[in-house]
């Protein structure tokens, strides 16, 4: 044995040759079963899922079929379909390219391109840079969260996505398979009536046979002409004077206690209105009231000035409830003659609202926070991989760096930034929990028209399918993944031609 | 002279294609302008990343802000010693509500640990292998083949893990008549035994293993491909060295290769974990519900049912992520307790893999091999 005093580790029994070579032969050996094993898992996965995609062995019939690819869901396993969901895919890819990529690019242009040379703007890049590998990491389901808060919601700014905006693309209100045209009665009410098809022309309301309240249910509705219209604007204006006169002598009598319970004042509101003798139930809606005014209250006593306007209109809010459910005692719903069935026709492809709600749009731009840091840093790699010296000959003929960027740089580095935008979109449709996050399990029937539009996606349609118990769910959603899948070899196949057209021409 | 002599024609030059004309003259100023409002679109491209990050941080936090203080007349906050610690979650089932999030922590745990004991072996032996021994053909291959693993989406896997991994854990190509209770088999209508799967293991419908292999096949290709990079940056003169001593390509690639990319290593599992603890629509689908009663077996309650074991992977245990999910699928209108209870399991998630992912980077960086 040898001794070296430099490593201790030599000191040992010796080992043969043989055996040494034999563990490395056997190494191979695990390496190659290992590959193998998990070539044999991803063929699995490919094999049963075009096993119970394609073709259904139990009922003898195809379940990827062009039925399939076309129709709308159902709870109907048999006759289901992946169109809408499909399209939904192509509009949210759309809108998610569209904004990702000017983004995107700029944001790899700065850091590639822009570099400072004072320390400070040094650290402020690196500190840039950090932040986007940390955003390539954080899981996709709290971008789905940022994007409900931010883009649906937009943080409660702007008020509710209320629901005419909902449906702002269709002429009629669709309803599981029936379709309803909303018209609004005097007294703000809802009332529905039925039209035989999506595109059905708007019934007049003298025309209309059966109202229909905002549970579906039949209602009766008068239908007023003008000289009608009138007389009963004026009586329910005549209620309104009256409930507020009322209505203003509790607020006086509340603000002396501002910490009244709401069943003190609601106390308070029952006596004095029932002085009025109004025919309803005011029992009902005396709580509402009583709870308006006493939020209301505690709100103005918050505030340094108080004038009559917020007042106003805290007494204006509080009685509505209760003018209300007199005016539907006293007199039955009523819709004048020449009222028009809402929505108005339809809105444009740039029909544009806010907040945005559970749309298109929103979609879209919570997909683009998901796949912007990656499009930042493939577009980051396919700029440094063009050769400095064409920069250094564009500065030398006097270019600035912006006229180097646009007729040198990027022309060069255009095919790597597509590959990567590319493969990030089809990251992208592969997304579901952001998607289920923004809309939910719903059921969509329809493709959206315009990036308002609500909408579904075929991943979510995937998990819908996948989350049901029945066997028949089961081979949908199998047929739904090929679906699914054929979109991203189609994708990645656009990749890797753009690629090979680079190389040739490269 | 005569004229003749000029009928010479003038000798003719090559018409040149394209002629570098010096074009109207431009204004330097109009050129200094647009290069600075370039630059300033491309600054506010830049902090749009930044903004991203203030935006998560600000909605996770005000909207946990309000699940720890409570809304004024709709609900109670939950103090943060109860969320992270007590051991009860049960924030949808009962009248008395528990936000002791420990249980999802857990199931997140058990998750990451399944999928990283598939993964880990295999990723690295894959690295090992792909950098080491293979030769260019298959290395042609099987790159290919991994970018193609990768680019499956998560649903997919979903899918796979619920219809053909836990039937094939439960051994259902062997069936056998269903017992019940009492051990008697159960009969279907006309009197004939119902069959069920064999299920040796006694794995459940919705279990953490199935999910976990799932997982554990989704970052495969993550760990392969870091490791396999961190493991080729490791200059060719080490190995050589090792060679030139005697030794075999394993005994160079697992004592001299494998300690040298070791920090790049590092960094790929601190990714992977921080994956692993992010996926959603496996675990959605195939992890199930089952919260586990971390109170019975570290507090003093008795032990009733399987599925409080913490560590048993064949019952079905309800990671973070897959709470989210729950949430979400019901209906959210209400905006309860409930509501505001994702958001602070949300930003949990968010800091643990924010945390994680730092983590790697700094590892990578700082534990970097320079070699000259």
Known sequence: ?506 | MTTAALDVPPPTLPTPRAVARPGRPRSATLRHLRERGIVTALLLCGGFSLLTTVAIVYTLGSEALVFFRGAPGKFEGVPVTEFLGTLKWSPLLGAEKHFGVWPLICGTLMITLVALSVAAPLGLVTAIWLSEYAPRKVRAILKPLLEVLAGIPTVVLGFFALTIITPALQFAFIQRPALGQDGSPILSGDGTPVMAAWNPLGIDGYNVLSAGIAVGILVLPIIVSLAEDALRAVPRSLREASFGLGATRLETSLRVVFPAGLSGIVAAFLLAIARCIGETMIVGLAAGNGVVALQDILGNGPLRDRALIPFDVTASMQPMTGYLVQIFLGDVSNLGIEYYSSYAVAALLFVMTFALTVLGHLVRVRFQQQYD
């Not at chain 1, 062995?57 to 969901?85: C, E, K, M, Q, Y």
């Not at chain 1, 004026?234 to 009322?246: C, D, F, S, W």
């Not at chain 1, 009231?289 to 340094?304: C, F, H, P």
């Not at chain 1, 960027?405 to 022309?411: A, D, E, N, S, Y």
């Open chain 1, 1 to 506: 044995m040898t001794t070296d005093a430099f490593n201790p580790r030599s000191i040992g029994r010796p080992k043969s040759v043989a055996m040494r070579r034999r563990k490395d032969r056997a190494f191979v050996a695990f390496c190659i079963a290992s590959t193998a094993l998990a070539v044999c898992v991803l063929a699995a996965l490919l094999i049963s899922i075009a096993a119970q995609g394609i073709y259904d062995f139990h009922d003898h019939r195809f379940v990827l079929n062009w039925n399939f690819i076309t129709g709308v869901p159902s709870r109907d396993a048999a006759s289901a379909g992946i169109w809408p969901a499909l399209v939904g895919t192509l509009w949210l890819v759309g809108v998610c390219a569209a904004t990702a990529i000017p983004i995107g690019v700029g944001t790899a242009i700065l850091l590639e391109e822009f570099k400072p040379r004072a320390r400070a703007m040094q650290r402020m890049q690196q500190f840039v840079q950090l932040n986007i590998t940390n955003l390539a990491g954080v899981p996709s389901l709290v971008y789905g969260l940022l994007g409900l808060t931010a883009f649906a919601f937009m943080f409660g700014a702007f008020g509710e996505n209320d629901a005419t905006r909902r449906w702002p693309g269709t002429r009629t209100i669709e309803f599981g398979n029936r379709y309803f045209v909303q018209y609004v009665a005097a007294d703000g009410a809802a009332y529905y009536a039925q039209v035989p098809s999506r595109d059905a022309a708007f019934p007049k309301p003298g025309d209309v046979g059966q109202w229909l309240d905002g549970e579906l249910r039949p209602a009766k509705v008068e239908v007023l002409d003008a000289e009608q219209s009138a007389a009963r604007a004026a009586e329910i204006e005549k209620l309104t004077t009256e409930v507020t006169a009322i209505g203003r002598d509790v607020f006086a009598a509340m603000s002396a206690d501002v910490a009244m319970p709401v069943d003190g004042v609601a106390k308070i509101v029952a006596a004095d209105w029932t002085k009025l003798g109004l025919k309803s139930d005011v029992t009902k809606v005396r709580d509402v009231a009583a709870t308006l005014l006493r939020e209301s209250l505690i709100d103005l006593a918050g505030k340094r000035r108080v004038t009559d306007r917020p007042v106003r209109k805290a007494i204006e809010a509080a009685v509505a409830p209760i003018v209300a459910a007199e005016a539907a005692v006293r007199f039955a719903p009523a819709i004048s003659a020449d009222a028009t069935g809402m929505p108005a026709p339809r809105p444009r492809f740039w029909y544009f609202g806010l907040p945005l709600g559970r749309s298109v749009l929103a979609g879209g731009l919570t997909l683009m926070l998901v796949t912007l840091p990656v499009i930042i840093i493939s577009s980051q790699e396919a700029l440094r991989a063009v050769p400095n010296s064409l920069r250094q000959a564009a500065f030398g003929l006097g270019a600035t760096r912006w006229q180097t960027i646009r007729t040198v740089t990027l022309p060069r580095a255009i095919p790597g930034i597509m590959t990567g935008v590319i493969l990030a979109m089809s990251r992208a449709i592969g997304e579901a929990a952001p998607i289920l996050i923004l809309a939910g399990i719903v059921f969509i029937r329809f493709t959206p028209e315009n990036v308002m539009n609500e909408f579904t996606a075929m991943p979510l349609q995937i998990f819908n399918w996948a989350s049901r118990p029945q066997r028949e769910f089961y081979d949908l959603a199998a047929a739904g993944i090929i679906v699914l899948l054929g979109v991203l070899l189609s994708f990645n196949l656009i990749a890797i031609l753009i690629r090979q057209r680079a190389q040739k021409q490269g």
